[in-house]
């Protein structure tokens, strides 16, 4: 959209802040350009964050905004088996909201940089409603390797990337959650929920290790674990005896609220893989640098597909509805 004097202002102060690409045509012209690596395939995803529903500016700094609403788009290309490149980031704000914006442009400028991806445009337009942020990411992949939902086979063990809980802990912190207050256990979770940490190296490692199924969890085990066995026609046991929930989570609000802060609460922007038992081994190792991998449950056959059970010291475990629900 053509924008006005003060969007112009605006946008040079944005792209000031982002580094140019080093190749291609970046911010200032009517479109973004870049060549292709040879052999792979362009993997894309957006995702769009709106004040009031998926942020409150009293909860979050604008950095912190920036670099999360980096962090829900790299963490699905990382769960595609991709890696990130390019990325389109558009706003709209109130007239008065500009400072907010450069703000938020730090934290997402910061995330660029950390993962190697170039904001190459955008767009800037005015509203009279809420914040809102959305940014679109541009990754590739080798196309014979992208970790699909619908990839998981019966006799595939499921296992996770880090730790699961730690960030619906951080919001059930910021919600007034009573506690038991440690000030660096709550330091610890109120950063698992503002600075989430897209497993960029997992994703592809996984995949080029033979691992064919993955997805990110940004709605909790138990609702990610559904999509999969629904996609791949399966079903699924979670033992949830060896889920690692966090420890910050089980200290300050015990093992049975940190289980259904990780089952059923979200945003740990960790990765959910079906592979091979015998691929688990190599599978740890060649993550090691970035995180943990630890096997939580199986994959079964199942007549209908999508049944998602658990156990936990060999008894059935109820799992909670799961999952945030948008409409
Ligand atoms: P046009 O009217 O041709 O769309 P704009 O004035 O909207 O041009 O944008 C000018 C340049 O700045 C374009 O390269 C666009 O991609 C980029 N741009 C605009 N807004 C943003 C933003 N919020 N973040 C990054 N780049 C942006
Ligand atoms: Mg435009």
């Not at 993997?43 to 604008?62: C, K, N, S, Y």
């Not at 506690?179 to 503002?194: E, Q």
Request: hydrophobic fraction near 45%.
């Amino acid at each position: 959209m053509t924008a006005g004097t003060d969007e112009f202002a605006l946008i040079n102060r944005l792209a000031w802040l982002l580094d140019p690409p080093t190749h291609g045509i970046g911010i200032g012209d009517d479109a973004a350009t870049w060549s292709p690596t040879p052999g792979t395939v362009t993997v894309a995803t957006t995702d769009m964050l709106v004040e009031g529903i998926h942020f409150r500016l009293d909860w979050t700094t604008p950095e912190d905004l920036g670099w999360k609403a980096m962090a829900v788009n790299l963490s699905d290309i990382a769960a595609m088996g991709a890696r990130p490149r390019h990325a389109l980031v558009s706003i709209a704000l109130k007239p008065d909201q500009a400072g907010i914006v450069i703000e938020i442009y730090k934290g997402i400028a910061a995330h660029a940089r950390a993962s190697g991806t170039f904001v190459v445009g955008g767009d800037t337009v005015r509203t009279d409603g809420p914040l809102t942020i959305n940014v679109t990411l541009l990754g590739e992949a080798d196309p014979a390797l992208i970790l699909r939902r619908d990839g998981a086979r019966p006799g595939d063990v499921l296992a996770i990337t880090g730790t699961a809980g730690g960030s619906a802990a951080g919001l059930a912190l910021l919600s007034g959650e009573p506690t038991d207050s440690d000030p660096d256990r709550s330091r610890r979770l109120l950063a698992m929920h503002h600075r989430p940490s897209p497993r960029l190296h997992a994703g592809p490692a996984l995949a080029s290790l033979g691992a064919r199924c993955g997805i990110d969890i940004s709605d909790g085990i138990a609702s990610e674990a559904g999509h999969l066995a629904r996609s791949s026609n399966v079903a699924i046991v979670i033992d949830v005896d060896a889920v690692p929930f966090h420890p910050d989570a089980v200290a300050m609000f015990g093992l049975e609220r940190a289980r259904t802060l990780g089952l059923n609460g979200g945003e740990d922007y960790e990765l959910l893989v079906a592979l091979p038992l015998s691929l688990v081994d190599r599978a740890r190792d060649a993550i090691a640098s970035e995180t943990t991998l630890t096997v939580i449950g199986r994959v079964v056959q199942d007549q209908h597909g999508g049944l998602v059970t658990a156990t936990s010291g060999g008894l059935p475990f109820t799992l909670g509805a799961g999952g945030y629900v948008a409409f």
